[in-house]
């Protein structure tokens, strides 16, 4: 999906960007670039430099293809089919670290009328809600 969806934008997937994007997949938990080096380096031995993830992520998230969480100042990749300027809520349990994103129309439209009676225009909408996952509460 990723390599269809940036070819029919004239984007190339290179092969270090594919690279931190299966890294990003393959955890459910947000992963910080120092985690993808770290990754990365024990998969194929390669050590990469720092300034080369960043630059794979910048080009990741402006594609819409991972999200960095600003909480952790890590990153998560992106399984939705969603627009830019869509309303993303992520939801990170405390106890396992894992990360759930949705979509929802209805905080979306609150959050828009709330932004529009205080005259702001919101750019970035993301936002993110502490607490613990179903999995988690049912271990407890």
């Known amino acids: 999906r990723a390599k269809a969806l940036c070819v029919s934008r004239g984007q190339r997937l290179t092969p270090i960007r594919s690279l931190v994007l299966s890294a990003l997949y393959t955890d459910h938990r947000p992963l910080s670039a120092y985690d993808l080096i770290e990754r990365l380096s024990a998969a194929d031995g390669q050590k990469r430099a720092a300034v080369s993830i960043y630059r794979a992520l910048d080009f990741l998230i402006a594609q819409g293809l991972a999200h960095r969480l600003e909480s952790r100042n890590a990153f998560i990749a992106c399984p939705q089919d969603h627009a830019p300027d869509d ?25 828009d009328q709330l932004a529009q009676r205080h005259g702001f225009q919101s750019i970035v909408r993301m936002l993110e809600v502490e607490g613990r996952c179903a999995h988690c509460r049912h271990q407890a």
């Open 87 to 111: 309303l993303v809520l992520f939801m990170i349990c405390t106890q396992c670290g894992g990360v759930d994103e949705v979509h929802t129309p209805e905080i979306a439209q609150a959050l």
